[in-house]
């Protein structure tokens, strides 16, 4: 397990998109890569999870985390009829810091056993609460800053994915996979990780403390993050 510490200052930010506050990442921020169950690795395997430690340092170096203002509240739920298909096309700016053009609103849409549209797809900041991604293939997205509260994502592949700053409270991530996964300042309130796995999972150190509260973690998967 590799973990990188060093003291930041943080700044608050509001939104528009969430009448929920997320949690304040305080300094000192540590970066932690958990390691695998066996704790066998390929070399290739090595270099690329160096290389994301090596990113989110860096990131975690010119940004911390911002705060949904509690006053804020979600936008009406979007009449476009075509809105479920956004996430097929996904954002195009602003990746890291949710900033977009128009809102990506997939509130209430069912994308069950979806094995192809949505993997690699950019939906920063997009609104998930209450649809349904169970079985999909979601590795390599990036949802930063995205809105998932609520939502369910029972068996969903995340390997590869950055997944910072989401919302997950009381989503439904039974069975999911954090392969490689970027989960730094994302928060997982009242969630459901019931066999969830964990290996070679990107951290921040206060993010793991609160992530290690979560009680449907199963054994291993407490092991594999280093829940104390």
Same mark, same amino acid.
């Given at each position: 397990?590799?973990?990188?510490?060093?003291?930041?200052?943080?700044?608050?930010?509001?939104?528009?998109?969430?009448?929920?506050?997320?949690?304040?990442?305080?300094?000192?921020?540590?970066?932690?890569?958990?390691?695998?169950?066996?704790?066998?690795?390929?070399?290739?395997?090595?270099?690329?999870?160096?290389?994301?430690?090596?990113?989110?340092?860096?990131?975690?170096?010119?940004?911390?985390?911002?705060?949904?203002?509690?006053?804020?509240? #979600?936008?009406?739920?979007?009449?476009?009829?075509?809105?479920?298909?956004?996430?097929?096309?996904?954002?195009?700016?602003?990746?890291?810091?949710?900033?977009?053009?128009?809102?990506?609103?997939?509130?209430?849409?069912?994308?069950?056993?979806?094995?192809?549209?949505?993997?690699?797809?950019?939906?920063?900041?997009?609104?998930?609460?209450?649809?349904?991604?169970?079985?999909?293939?979601?590795?390599?997205?990036?949802?930063?800053?995205?809105?998932?509260?609520?939502?369910?994502?029972?068996? &969903?592949?995340?390997?590869?994915?950055?997944?910072?700053?989401?919302?997950?409270?009381?989503?439904? #991530?039974?069975?999911?996979?954090?392969?490689?996964? &970027?989960?730094?300042?994302?928060?997982?309130?009242?969630?459901?990780?019931?066999?969830? &796995?964990?290996?070679?999972?990107?951290?921040?150190?206060?993010?793991?403390?609160?992530?290690?509260?979560?009680?449907?973690?199963?054994?291993?998967?407490?092991?594999?993050?280093?829940?104390?």
């Amino acid at each position: 397990m590799a973990t990188i510490s060093f003291p930041l200052s943080v700044r608050s930010l509001s939104s528009e998109r969430s009448r929920f506050p997320v949690p304040q990442l305080h300094p000192p921020i540590k970066i932690i890569c958990s390691g695998s169950a066996d704790g066998s690795k390929s070399k290739p395997f090595k270099e690329l999870q160096s290389v994301a430690c090596g990113l989110l340092a860096a990131w975690a170096v010119t940004s911390a985390s911002p705060v949904i203002a509690a006053s804020q509240r #979600l936008p009406p739920l979007s009449t476009e009829p075509n809105r479920c298909e956004k996430a097929f096309v996904g954002n195009t700016i602003g990746q890291a810091n949710g900033v977009y053009d128009k809102p990506i609103d997939l509130r209430f849409c069912d994308y069950t056993n979806e094995k192809s549209n949505l993997k690699g797809k950019s939906l920063a900041a997009a609104l998930m609460s209450d649809a349904k991604f169970d079985g999909a293939d979601m590795s390599e997205v990036v949802m930063s800053k995205a809105y998932a509260v609520g939502a369910s994502f029972k068996g &969903v592949d995340f390997s590869n994915a950055v997944l910072d700053r989401v919302n997950f409270g009381k989503a439904n #991530l039974q069975g999911a996979v954090f392969k490689n996964t &970027v989960l730094s300042g994302s928060t997982f309130d009242e969630a459901q990780l019931a066999d969830a &796995v964990f290996e070679d999972t990107i951290i921040g150190y206060i993010d793991l403390q609160k992530l290690c509260k979560n009680t449907s973690i199963n054994l291993e998967g407490r092991e594999i993050l280093g829940c104390r």
